[in-house]
Nanobody, 113 residues
Framework: QVQVVESGGGLVQAGGSLRLSCVAS??????MGWYRQAPEKARELVAT???????NYGNSVKGRFTVSRENARNTVYLQMNSLKPEDTALYYC?????????WGQGTQVTVSS
């Protein structure tokens, strides 16, 4: 059974930093990453990373967020710097295996102004 578990969300002031972690288990995962969803908005891409280390970022986070992973631990990280109030959202981790796409429950990030 595949499980995806996020951690590391919280409340931070604008300009601050947070680091999210996500551990997936139960399979091998080619692509892992993060999406986010703010209230009354569509889910949007934050960042993805393949097992080979290729990355992709949403336009709104480029230059501020960095995605990384540890393949041996099926763990993906999201380092978020220079946070803005508009980064406030529920952040979802996903892991893509041959079985399909698996999602975590989400971790809340709130950025105060």
């Amino acid at each position: 059974q595949v499980q995806v578990v996020e951690s590391g969300g919280g409340l931070v002031q604008a300009g601050g930093s947070l680091r999210l972690s996500c551990v997936a288990s139960g399979s091998r995962f080619e692509t892992m990453g993060w999406y986010r969803q703010a209230p009354e908005k569509a889910r949007e891409l934050v960042a993805t990373i393949t097992s080979g280390g290729s990355t992709n970022y949403g336009n709104s986070v480029k230059g501020r967020f960095t995605v990384s992973r540890e393949n041996a631990r099926n763990t993906v990280y999201l380092q978020m710097n220079s946070l803005k109030p508009e980064d406030t959202a529920l952040y979802y981790c996903f892991a893509n295996s041959y079985l399909g796409v698996h999602w975590g429950q989400g971790t809340q990030v709130t950025v105060s102004s």
